[in-house]
């Protein structure tokens, strides 16, 4: 008695791209962080940005995210989310020293689209101690899903490299 196994049918990709767009293992249906916490200085203009004015990576992280969770499309324009509601809300929140607590929330909207490995007191120390790496690796995790889905990026690296998409050599 011979045995063919038949192919079976794949399910289709979810509206917002591959979002384990690095393959990485999932464990229990989590993964690690696509890019380690102390590595946003491969992303030096996010990183900048993130230490001097963190209100306006976390509202650019948000409408970034928001555009992907609504419609599955990449934010096209580029100032989107600067000057927002979630970034004023960070910056008075910045000023009375509590930043960090409206970046977790968004840290964990993250961590869960993307099926993160994570807890919430390890987000919450991320957030409030060390806001400007925590929002630098947002911001590369969202950028992967944007270029899964054929765009650049919307991420302030960006405005680092031409319309192409490939960075310049000096």
Not at 46 to 71: D, H, I, K, Q
Not at 73 to 80: C, G, I, Q, T
Not at 92 to 115: D, I
Request: hydrophobic fraction near 35%.
């Amino acid at each position: 008695m011979a045995y063919n196994q038949q192919p079976h049918a794949t399910q289709p990709m979810q509206v917002g791209g591959s979002r384990n767009a690095n393959n990485l293992p999932l464990v229990d249906g989590q993964r690690e962080w696509s890019h380690g916490v102390f590595d946003c200085l491969a992303d030096p203009l996010t990183c900048v940005v993130s230490w001097f004015l963190p209100c306006v990576t976390y509202g650019r992280n948000r409408a970034r995210y928001n555009a992907l969770e609504m419609n599955g499309a990449v934010s096209k324009d580029p100032m989107e989310g600067v000057v927002s509601n979630d970034s004023i809300i960070y910056g008075v929140a910045a000023c009375f020293g509590c930043g960090g607590v409206v970046g977790f929330g968004g840290r964990q909207q993250t961590r869960g689209r993307y099926s993160i490995k994570g807890d919430t007191v390890t987000d919450f120390l991320l957030s409030c101690c060390c806001a400007p790496c925590a929002l630098t690796q947002e911001s590369r995790e969202i950028e992967l899903e944007e270029q899964s889905l054929g765009h650049a990026g919307a991420g302030f690296s960006q405005f680092m490299t031409p319309q192409g998409g490939a960075p310049t050599k000096a």
